[in-house]
């Protein structure tokens, strides 16, 4: 007598399919998803709880306009080191420079505009021309001689901090053109009505809460279609309103102060323009592939020195703008200006995602990485923990990010 195996048993269901759940099978559905994205989602909810920690705990402190203004003025160098320190991490590489060279950029600019009364704007770009300049004669050292970035970066770090100390004569210069300081200190200005908001921030908020919805949605469907796997439409979905949130949320904030700042334009227009470049362009993907495989990104075709030596160039540029933000919010250059920023902006990357060994990484990562390091310093501040604890904080934050870094790539290995 023949038994129809095939009828008794279901076919399983193929693994990363969307689909419905009942009871408890729907929770699952969700934790499994957040499981499979912890790399992508974590620093998201951690970034999400350190401000609600912070907001209680000050007592509402954290979250008053005025603060989160002055929480983006504060951070706005760090995060334009970490955009730069990001791809160069991805790149399988280090910069310990970015911070003195930052200083040696806003020493030159003081020189340019107020020793020699040169004009702003030509002092700005011949500083990003010299910041640019500078990364490029690493990058060559590193690309084109095969000298380890730690030693290379390790020499500029001492001598552009040297540089400096020169140009400056271990003295304090400035003060800086008022249209300079603005780009550094001051806001947009205010169109149409009185509605009690500043009607160009909120602007400029829906206009972004229109692209981050489309990025998303476009960004899943294109894995859809090369058959990547996708979160679950729930923790999609999830991770679509608390973004939508976030943004409505300092939206309001900034609008209700004395708008958004300038400098946070400038931030915009870095990270949408760097994540794309890293997501769509050519340069994006050899830029992951060095930095993941090299041997395999060679045989691949992929012009490894090249492409090294602008990841330098492009970091030196960074630097150079950083430090014209920095000496312009000052409204000052100063020999000690830039101390330990190549620190925080490293760190700011590998809480941001950033993988030791390269190949890994995001632009809206860093962004991240250097927000949780903003926000923690302006909450420790807020509530008078004292600096002694606050670095011992943010190492343990530091160690924390890199050691879950190591065990989900057991986990995945496994």
């Not at 020493?107 to 640019?132: E, K, Q, R």
């Not at 970066?153 to 004569?169: D, P």
């Not at 300092?250 to 915009?268: E, F, Q, R, W």
Request: one cysteine or more.
């Amino acid at each position: 007598m023949s038994t129809d195996v095939t009828a008794k048993t279901p076919a399983p269901a193929p693994p990363g399919r969307e689909g419905s759940a009942s009871g408890g099978g729907l929770l699952q559905l969700m934790l499994d998803g957040m499981r499979r994205n912890m790399r992508q989602y974590g620093m998201l909810m951690a970034l999400g709880l350190i401000v609600v920690l912070f907001a209680v705990w000050s007592d509402g402190d954290l979250l008053l306009p005025r603060n989160v203004s002055n929480l983006v003025l504060q951070n706005s160098y760090i995060l334009i080191l970490a955009i730069g320190m990001m791809l160069v991490i991805i790149a399988g590489h280090i910069d310990l420079s970015v911070g003195s060279l930052t200083a040696f950029v806003g020493a030159t600019a003081a020189v340019l505009m107020v020793n020699h009364d040169l004009a702003w704007p030509v002092a700005v770009i011949l500083c990003l021309a010299i910041g640019a300049a500078a990364g490029a004669v690493q990058g060559f050292f590193i690309a084109y001689l095969g000298i380890p970035s730690f030693i290379v970066t390790l020499a500029g770090m001492l001598l552009f901090r040297g540089l400096t100390e020169i140009f400056l004569k271990g003295q304090t210069l400035g003060p800086f053109p008022k249209d300079l300081q603005k780009i550094a200190n001051g806001f947009l200005p205010e169109v149409g009505p009185n509605t009690n908001y500043h009607n160009l921030t909120l602007l400029l908020g829906f206009a972004l809460i229109a692209f981050v919805v489309y990025q998303e949605v476009r960004d899943r469907k294109r894995q859809q279609e090369f058959a990547l796997e996708v979160p679950p439409l729930n923790l999609f979905l999830l991770k679509l309103v608390a973004l939508i949130a976030a943004v409505l949320v300092v939206t309001l904030l900034l609008a209700s102060y004395k708008g958004a700042p300038i400098v946070l334009l400038i931030l915009g227009v870095l990270v949408v323009g760097f994540g794309y470049l890293m997501r769509n362009a050519i340069i994006g993907r050899h830029i992951y592939a060095i930095g993941g495989n090299l041997p395999a990104a060679k045989l691949s075709g992929v012009k490894d020195k090249k492409v090294t030596f602008l990841v330098f160039l492009n970091m030196g540029m960074l630097a150079a703008l950083a430090g014209l933000v920095f000496a312009a919010r000052f409204n000052a250059a100063s020999p000690k200006a830039g101390l330990n920023f190549e620190l925080e902006a490293i760190a700011a990357s590998f809480i941001g995602g950033a993988s030791m060994s390269g190949g890994v990484g995001t632009v809206l990562g860093a962004i991240i990485g250097g927000l949780v390091l903003g926000v923690l310093n302006n909450g420790m501040n807020l509530v008078g923990i004292g600096t002694d604890w606050q670095q011992v904080i943010k190492g343990a934050v530091l160690l924390a990010a890199v050691g879950f870094d190591v065990w989900n790539k057991r986990r995945v290995g496994s």
